[in-house]
């Protein structure tokens, strides 16, 4: 980009929205539920900055970390903490200080507080408590991951937030044979030392044609997107050390035709329970993908439904 932001002009034009900014309504006794940077300092919103600025103080998951992003941007308001561990404490001192009249903002690490990270329990204890809940939105690494993929359209907007799939193995897949039996993407976050069990699970229940984007390290220098067939993941992840660093979001595609699938056959239906009267969930699933062709994922979420009825 060859666009000068130090120029005279350009500082005219960040004066002059910062002043709009400030002018906005700031309600005293509320908490601004702050979006930080995922990665890149220079993500933080100004909306967002300006709401860190004007708190009396800022309940964060991690007050080390919060403190750095906030150093770098010159905001020196005090900090306490508001973790998974210490949430019910300190939603009420949080609600404490409201009816002090102060304003507080909740931040997390990184990205929307609430959204698989603390801070939903200090928001419904406000909520009830009668106090304003403001929330700025900004970064957030699903909404990242999904603009770099182009796995949704605007056809077909719809997709699924599953979060941190189980660290046991026999739990995820059990976990991921429900989420991607879904006719949506399937959007999930995983650590790396977890990372390639996942994508061998993955394969076991979705199948080698089954597509897989990877992202990783959103926003940050060293920043990956890639798509591939479940088939192909071993072989992208073995090809460079550094694939298995960083943070990562995961999306499952959508199978083709998926939805043509999940409609109900009373032929498949009637070989599941035949099969389920001597077969475990598991082997019934794979002896009718055999037979059906239809991909085991689906099978297994059918015979599971069938024998809870």
């Not at 909306?47 to 941007?73: C, F």
């Not at 015979?303 to 809870?308: D, H, I, M, S, V």
């Amino acid at each position: 980009m060859n666009q000068n932001v130090s120029s005279p002009v350009a500082g005219d034009a960040w004066t002059r929205v910062a002043e709009r900014v400030a002018g906005q309504h700031w309600p005293a006794q509320a908490l601004y539920v702050v979006a930080t940077p995922i990665g890149n300092l220079g993500d933080l919103g100004l909306r967002a900055w300006h709401a860190l600025q004007g708190a009396d103080v800022i309940a964060a998951e991690d007050t080390r970390a919060s403190r750095t992003l906030l150093d770098a941007w010159g905001v020196t308001t005090p900090l306490m903490a508001a973790h998974r561990h210490n949430e019910a404490a300190a939603a009420q001192a949080i609600c404490e200080r409201l009816a002090q009249g102060q304003r507080v903002a909740l931040v997390s690490d990184a990205g929307a507080p609430a959204v698989s990270d603390p801070g939903a329990r200090v928001v419904r204890a406000v909520r009830e408590a009668g106090f304003a809940v403001v929330p700025i939105p900004g970064p957030s690494a699903v909404i990242t991951a999904l603009m770099g993929s182009g796995v949704t359209t605007d056809e077909n907007p719809a997709y699924a937030f599953a979060g941190f799939p189980p660290s046991k193995a026999v739990a995820r897949q059990r976990w991921l044979r429900s989420w991607c039996a879904l006719p949506a993407p399937v959007v999930m976050f995983e650590s790396p030392h977890r990372l390639a069990a996942t994508m061998a699970d993955l394969l076991e229940v979705c199948g080698p044609d089954r597509l897989l984007t990877v992202a990783r390290e959103l926003t940050k220098r060293f920043e990956e997107i890639a798509t591939f067939p479940l088939g192909e993941a071993a072989a992208w992840l073995a090809a460079d050390a550094h694939r298995e660093q960083g943070e990562f979001v995961l999306i499952a595609h959508a199978r083709p035709g998926q939805e043509a699938d999940d409609e109900a056959d009373p032929r498949t239906d009637a070989l599941l329970d035949a099969l389920l009267e001597t077969l475990s969930l598991r082997d019934a699933s794979k002896v009718a993908a055999k037979v059906t062709g239809l991909p085991r994922d689906v099978l297994y979420n059918r015979a599971l439904a069938r024998k809870n009825s």
